[in-house]
């Protein structure tokens, strides 16, 4: 006899578990209907800076699968159709034609939510004049495109220096613009260390990006005709014909919420190894992933909200693996993470400081500077590296890297590490790869890694 799979989103998380599932259980096994309230299907937020920025040529680049591709495989794909309300007990959703606004319930033997995260909109005067922008969808990203073209002044002005706010910025340079950047942290790239991050600052103050720290943005200024002309904060005015919003996301599990299921800390859905939501409402039949949810930390323990779209992808793999008759996990994750800026890279992965303290280890904090290559090889750029290790037992718990080419790739090998749960000690004795041309016979990882040996041999002296 037939199922029903309904899928809630029709991005990374939801599309990838709607196209497992179709591998696993043919349509007459398994129907599958999918509900997305844009435009589009399974693209590419992440590249959104770098179309804005003109590295990316062309919008469909960054689309992996259209509603039409995804259809052909016998996926009932229903654009520009929002779900409006989950009804577990009955096992059926409610959804809203945007364009006609009729609505219709669709019953589901198994339900996934991949509703995504949405972006933090300040409650400011102004926040909704023409000219501010988020960058969340594609069509965000094409309406920033036709300001920047269609507005005759060059002065833009970034609230927020996190990813978004950091590879915005640099779009917006790259396009000749006066940028300032409006941060409330201390430093750009809250996801680093204080110290970290003002690497960062003054790298993009070399390049001539404007920094404003430690600044509250209180309302956005408007023209006669109702145009953005100012971001102001307590003291000052910064003049702006375009503003860009990068102050983070957050779960969308409003939905969720609203029909009894679980969330966490963070306010994203909890669900258990296989990814199924947890809870007797939820009754065995709903998965959910992507941003919507929160995952194990390995590091810490702790749940915790990440925001990227492997993850996303990873889920929906699980997901449409479970629902289509096999099985797999989703184990957590470490929480790497890389970014640029022109040609700096950051990158980082496991615990900062804070993140220790707050999981209540004691550990030891060492920082090197080396080069992505052997010194006298030409090429060679200059990059930072933190490592966290736990005090007593020596095992790695976070590194940051910020530096020039080559410097954030060098990340995953912490990754790995961090996921193996490995020391110090033992991560100074891998075989990683050495040239010239690639790196310095002691590769800046292993540098940090006999530091942080040192560190805790000293007792974290």
Request: some cysteine; hydrophobic content about 40%.
């Amino acid at each position: 006899m037939s199922e029903r799979l309904v899928v809630i989103g029709g991005d990374a998380a939801g599309m990838s578990a709607a196209s497992q599932a179709r591998r696993l259980k043919s349509p007459r096994e398994l129907e599958i209907v999918a509900f997305e309230r844009g435009n589009f299907t399974s693209f590419s937020a992440c590249g959104i800076p770098y179309w804005v920025g003109g590295d990316v040529a062309e919008r469909d680049d960054l689309i992996a699968r259209t509603p039409a591709q995804h259809r052909e495989r016998a996926i009932d794909l229903r654009m520009r159709t929002e779900v409006v309300e989950i009804d577990p007990r009955e096992r059926r959703v409610r959804a809203r034609d945007l364009d006609s606004g009729a609505e219709e319930w669709t019953s589901y033997d198994k339900l996934v939510i991949a509703t995504g995260a949405r972006p933090l909109r300040p409650d400011l005067p102004g926040i909704d004049a023409p000219g501010v922008h988020g960058v969340q969808t594609l069509d965000d990203g094409q309406a920033l495109l036709d300001t920047l073209t269609g507005t005759p002044g060059r002065r833009a002005v970034v609230i927020g220096a996190g990813y978004i706010g950091v590879e915005m910025a640099e779009a917006l340079l790259g396009r000749g613009y006066e940028v300032t950047v409006v941060n409330r942290g201390r430093e750009p790239m809250s996801t680093l260390d204080p110290d970290m991050g003002r690497l960062v600052h003054e790298a993009m103050t070399g390049m001539g990006i404007t920094m404003v720290n430690d600044a509250e943005v209180t309302k956005i200024l408007t023209e006669d005709d109702g145009r953005v002309r100012a971001v102001a904060t307590e003291d000052r005015e910064f003049p702006a014909d375009v503003v860009v919003l990068g102050v983070g996301v957050r779960p969308e599990t409003a939905l969720a919420r609203a029909a009894g299921l679980p969330v966490g800390e963070h306010g994203g859905l909890l669900t258990d190894l296989a990814m199924r939501v947890r809870g007797p409402v939820a009754d065995g039949a709903v998965w959910a992933g992507g941003d919507c949810v929160e995952v194990l930390d390995l590091v810490s323990g702790r749940e915790r909200h990440i925001a990227l779209g492997t993850h996303a992808n990873k889920h929906g793999q699980v997901i449409g693996s479970n629902v289509g008759g096999g099985y797999a996990t989703f184990p957590g994750v470490v929480g790497t993470a890389v970014s640029k800026v022109c040609d700096l890279e950051i990158a980082r992965t496991g615990l900062r400081e804070k993140d220790a303290r707050a999981a209540g280890l004691q550990y030891v904090a060492v920082t090197i500077e080396s080069t992505s290559r052997a010194g006298y090889y030409p090429g060679a750029a200059l990059m930072t590296v933190k490592m966290l290790a736990e005090r007593r037992t020596g095992r790695l718990l976070g590194v940051q890297i910020v530096g020039r080419e080559g410097a954030a790739k060098r990340v995953d090998v912490a990754a790995v590490a961090l996921t193996a749960r490995m020391t110090v000690e033992q991560m100074t004795a891998l075989d990683l790869g050495y040239a010239p041309p690639f790196s310095p016979v002691w590769d800046p990882v292993l540098v940090a890694a006999r530091k942080a040996v040192a560190a805790v041999r000293a007792g974290g002296a």
